[in-house]
């Protein structure tokens, strides 16, 4: 795996992590997008994103990030040297293809995961209006990269 990345990344080892982070967490929070379905409510713009929900976002996601290598860890674990499927936390399929045990992991991780959301100020719906304006709004997504590679130089 990191053979493969480092053909598509010919970096530093230093501008590549936070890269490798921004995509671990971009998936964490793709996954926790599935959490709730969308409303079939139609916008006529689409919505704005404030500076504070910026950083609630960012900081949810960068709080998810150990969470989900960890559930990721143990599936992985559990399900062997098989190809672990794509989890959708509202896609009751996707959790019933797993092992007993690793369905209770995937349930925990969403569990937790919408509870860091709603801890850092944003509701699950708007997280998930974000998460998918973000796929839709380059500007957007590099401010969210930047606001992410500032919270961890903070900590």
């Given amino acids: 795996m ?3 990345a480092s053909l598509f990344f010919r970096d530093t080892l230093k501008n590549l992590l936070p890269r490798n982070l921004f995509f671990g ?3 964490s929070a793709s996954l ?3 959490t709730l379905t969308f409303t079939a409510k139609a916008d006529a713009q689409t919505p704005s994103v404030n500076n504070n929900e910026i950083v609630s976002y960012a900081q949810a996601v960068l709080a998810m990030e150990p969470s989900r290598q960890q559930a990721f860890g143990e599936i992985k674990k559990l399900i062997g040297g098989g190809e672990i499927p794509q ?3 509202n896609n009751p399929q996707s959790i019933d293809s797993l092992p007993r045990k690793a369905r209770d992991i995937a349930v925990n991780y969403c ?3 919408q509870k860091i959301v709603e801890e850092n100020g944003l509701t699950i719906e708007r997280f998930n209006k974000i ?3 973000i796929q839709n709004d380059n500007n957007l997504k590099r401010q969210i990269y930047n606001t992410l ?3 961890q130089k903070k900590s």
């Fill in 149 to 151: 590679i500032r919270l």
């Fill in 2 to 4: 990191n053979n493969v």
């Fill in 25 to 27: 967490v971009m998936a």
């Fill in 87 to 89: 989890i959708v936390c």
């Fill in 131 to 133: 998460t998918v304006e």
């Fill in 32 to 34: 926790l997008a599935g």
């Fill in 111 to 113: 569990n937790r995961s």
